[in-house]
Nanobody, 119 residues
Framework: QVRLVESGGGLAQVGGSLRLSCAASASKSLLILSIDTMGWYRQAPGNQRELVATITRSGTLNYANSVKGRFTISRDNAKNTVYLQMNSLKVEDTAVYFC?????????WGQGTQVTVSS
């Protein structure tokens, strides 16, 4: 089992920035080393969970069109941590943000962190 703990959510104004972090841990080190893709998803009230950004262990990136140019995902494999730098925030970025880690074929999820962008 992989445990994911998110931090860094909160309240920001339109145009502001927030940085999310997600640290992965597991009772077996082999499981941690087997994590391939890590990423961030979000879910706004009444909406389905959607992809924000993902990064593979080798550094391949994938972004949702809605966040390209504003959000940056990064990963520190030594710390088993993934980050999401969110700049130029918009009201529509308001959602619960979930961290995800995949050990093929299983996807693990964090508990979520609230991001609220106010005008």
């Amino acid at each position: 089992q992989v445990r994911l703990v998110e931090s860094g959510g909160g309240l920001a104004q339109v145009g502001g920035s927030l940085r999310l972090s997600c640290a992965a841990s597991a009772s077996k080190s082999l499981l941690i080393l087997s994590i391939d893709t890590m990423g961030w998803y979000r879910q706004a009230p009444g909406n389905q969970r959607e992809l924000v950004a993902t990064i593979t262990r080798s550094g391949t990136l994938n972004y949702a069109n809605s966040v390209k140019g504003r959000f940056t995902i990064s990963r520190d494999n030594a710390k088993n941590t993934v980050y999401l730098q969110m700049n130029s925030l918009k009201v529509e970025d308001t959602a619960v943000y979930f961290c995800s880690a995949r050990v093929y074929p299983t996807a693990y999820w964090g508990q979520g962190t609230q991001v609220t962008v106010s005008s």
